[in-house]
């Protein structure tokens, strides 16, 4: 896939989180209605000094801009663990993608070790 297709793919989920955001009024009255004028960076910190900062959208909207942010840097596709190259089907499913499966399955497994401890 060539930059410019990922760019897209990506920008089309921003606009699709976007209206997500838009449909629910927890965010609208966080956030406010000018959200739409915000820039993603902008948005992430308006909506992290929330309660909404525990909500999927909000952990979809950080996905998201970590994506932008390998694409800028080249390194779209890389897994942010051990560096390899992140399955096709992988991204093909989920363009935000962080993590290779051998890396997300020890994420997965290590995160829910942590839950136990800290509950």
Do not use: V, W
């Amino acid at each position: 896939m060539s930059t410019t297709h990922i760019r897209h793919e990506l920008s089309e989920l921003e606009a699709n989180l976007r209206k997500e955001i838009g449909a629910l009024p927890p965010f609208l009255e966080a956030i406010g209605e000018h959200y739409a004028s915000l820039s993603l960076a902008e948005l992430i910190d308006k909506l992290a000094q929330t309660p909404l900062a525990d909500h999927p959208l909000f952990c979809q909207l950080n996905k998201l801009d970590a994506a932008f942010c390998q694409l800028d840097l080249g390194l779209y596709g890389l897994c942010s663990d051990c560096e390899a190259e992140i399955e096709t089907e992988r991204l093909s499913q989920d363009p935000t993608e962080q993590r290779c499966a051998s890396c997300a399955e020890h994420y997965q497994h290590e995160h829910r070790h942590e839950l136990r401890l800290t509950h």
